[in-house]
């Protein structure tokens, strides 16, 4: 369940592990605020996307929107594990926020 707090209104998680909150890794992220993967964690990105594109490119993800979503997830150190990163993923969506499909 997740914690509402009175300076936004965005839910957050009430008990985050202790490696998610080192760098306020619980505060939401504007496009040009997301995380970049650190020197260290690029290979990382790059080796749970590459897990992981068959299953979500099945789902209509993009490949570039698939290399978004595992570059965040390593960098925000959200989560561990190819099957942790397929339900976030599929949690965040093939678009990133704030856009939409135009017709």
Do not use: C, H
Not at 23 to 33: L, N
Not at 35 to 57: C, D, F, H, I
Request: glycine share 6%; net charge negative; hydrophobic share 35%.
């Amino acid at each position: 369940m997740a914690t509402q707090y009175p300076d936004d209104d965005l839910p957050r998680e009430p008990d985050p592990p202790a490696r998610a909150t080192e760098v306020d890794k619980q505060d939401p992220a504007t496009p040009d605020d997301v995380p970049e993967p650190e020197a260290s964690e690029v290979e990382s990105a790059r080796l749970l996307a590459n897990q992981a594109r068959s299953e979500l490119g099945a789902a209509g993800f993009s490949d570039q929107r698939i290399d978004e979503l595992a570059s965040e997830f390593i960098a925000r150190d959200i989560g561990e594990g190819l099957e942790e990163f397929l339900r976030w993923a599929r949690a965040e969506g093939q678009l990133p926020q704030g856009t939409s499909e135009l017709f």
